[in-house]
């Protein structure tokens, strides 16, 4: 079964790190490509961030590169590193595989909750 | 920051049509996607590259992209097709993804 199961979602305080982690199952992540997305509480989803099969990686311009995106292959993974996080990334974030050609979603975990808070 | 809106919500009744739009500019330039989310439910996708269906999507939900405006189209309308509903446009030249506003669907 295609699957995807994120871990790491916690309560951090305001300027701190988190890494968030996408485990795979069901395909690889090499060969595919796989983003992140968020949703804030109350508010719409927001890509996050794009890492391609050859490993180019992208983001959206309004993190400013506070994010990275970077994937294990020999664990099939893929991991989102947060730092000096705000409170407005306060957010379920999700991990999504993108489609053969890169225009779709099709398979999206459950999410995991990140909470920016003093 | 590109933008792409959709109605809050829509109403329609069981074994009518509804339509829901996504705006944006030159929105017809982009590929644009469509899912179905229900609560407590990762998104489905109904529909990739403007109007194309998934396998096992009902031939009851069409699409089309043009101009300013993509449009959902589920006809036929039945309960289970209650939900929020979101179209997502890929910006290839980025590249990146911008996600519509959101719809919630009720069946009356």
């Known amino acids: 079964e295609v699957q995807l199961v994120e871990s790491?979602?916690?309560?951090?305080q305001p300027g701190g790190s988190l890494r968030l982690s996408c485990a795979a199952s069901g395909f690889t992540v090499s060969s595919n490509y796989v983003n992140w997305v968020r949703q804030a509480p109350g508010k719409g989803l927001e890509w996050v961030s794009i890492i391609y099969s050859g490993g180019s990686t992208f983001y959206a311009d309004s993190l400013k590169g506070r994010f990275t995106i970077s994937r294990d292959v020999s664990k099939n993974t893929v991991s989102l590193q947060m730092r000096n996080l705000r409170v407005e990334d306060t957010a379920v974030y999700y991990c999504v595989r993108g489609s053969r050609d890169g225009d779709t979603f099709d398979i999206w975990g459950q999410g995991t909750m990140v909470t920016v808070s003093s | 920051?590109?933008?792409?809106?959709?109605p809050p919500a829509v109403s329609v009744s069981p074994g009518e049509t509804v339509s829901i739009t996504c705006s944006g500019d030159k929105l017809g330039d982009n590929y644009v996607s469509w899912f179905q989310r229900r609560p407590g439910q990762s998104p489905v996708l109904v529909i990739y590259k403007d109007d194309e269906r998934p396998s096992g999507i009902p031939e009851r939900f069409s699409a089309s992209n043009s101009g300013n405006t993509a449009t959902l189209t589920i006809s036929e309308t039945q309960a289970m097709d209650e939900a929020d509903y979101f179209c997502l446009a890929w910006i290839r030249r980025t590249p990146s993804y911008v996600f519509g506003t959101g719809t919630k669907v009720t069946v009356l």
Do not use: D, I, K
Request: net charge negative.
């Open chain 2, 1 to 6: 920051s590109y933008e792409v809106t959709q």
């Open chain 1, 8 to 12: 790491g979602g916690n309560l951090v």
